[in-house]
């Protein structure tokens, strides 16, 4: 069963080595991050299951212990998901943030493996894997990366488009209240013309949640550079 969940944003930036000096930009992200793993923790989970979108060859699971790099962004710094023997694969840019933010916040509470999934998942598809996630008799909590749309103004990366904001909005509202159908709901294909990432892990999310009925609560909803971040917790 779904214990407990946090949302995050997966941008590189996050990470202060990789912001330099446009870190401070993130700060309230991070703060949101922080307030969003803590409830992780509270719930006290038998197991954590971080999820990212992931290009083709870095799509699949993680053990504990997998390793990745902020060096393809010009940072010596190295990550490690959970504690473990890990894995030869490198971890997708989305789990390596994650590891950071696990990293930061000291997680100890239970271990750690993670699941990287593509972007372009079908909502049934991603319903099954939330469900095989969580299967009944056993507390996992899942930490769902993704961002928004990337559509939201002239200099965003998928430049300007006026559907954005309209699905950035109904996807923060369903991820701060824990409306599940509505998750599941989300176009997809329209997620996709938009470039949000997150997509299909928040309706991974859904259906692990299935009718668990866990309460949400929205910490963050911005788009600094274009691009919808969102940070929520479901307890």
């Not at 446009?22 to 197991?47: I, V, Y």
């Not at 699941?115 to 998942?121: H, I, K, P, S, Y």
């Not at 103004?153 to 991820?175: M, Q, S, W």
């Not at 692990?208 to 609560?217: E, P, V, W």
Request: negative net charge; charged residues 25%.
């Amino acid at each position: 069963m779904l214990a407990a969940a946090a949302v995050c944003p997966c941008p590189p930036l996050l990470v202060p080595e990789v912001a330099g000096d446009a870190s401070s930009e993130m700060d309230d992200a991070r703060a949101a991050c922080a307030e969003a793993l803590e409830a992780l923790a509270t719930a006290r989970p038998e197991r954590l299951v971080v999820v990212g979108p992931a290009q083709p060859v870095a799509r699949g699971e993680y053990p504990a212990g997998s390793r990745g790099s902020f060096r393809g962004f010009g940072v010596d710094l190295d990550v490690t998901l959970g504690r473990g023997p890990g894995g030869e694969r490198a971890l997708p840019a989305s789990l390596a943030v994650a590891a950071w933010l696990l990293d930061r916040h000291g997680w100890d509470t239970a271990p750690v493996t993670g699941r990287g999934v593509a972007e372009t998942l079908t909502p049934e598809r991603c319903a099954e894997v939330g469900r095989e996630l969580a299967p009944d008799g056993e507390r996992v909590a899942l930490l769902v990366m993704g961002d928004g749309s990337a559509c939201r103004t002239v200099k965003a990366p998928g430049y300007f488009d006026e559907r954005a904001a309209a699905f950035d909005a109904e996807a923060a509202r369903a991820l701060g209240t824990g409306d599940v159908d509505a998750l599941a709901g989300l176009d997809a294909e329209l997620g996709y013309e938009l470039q949000v990432s997150g997509r299909a892990g928040w309706q991974i999310l859904a259906g692990a949640a299935g009718r668990s009925r866990l309460s949400g609560k929205l910490l963050y909803d911005r788009a600094p550079y274009g691009v919808g971040y969102v940070v929520a917790r479901w307890s």
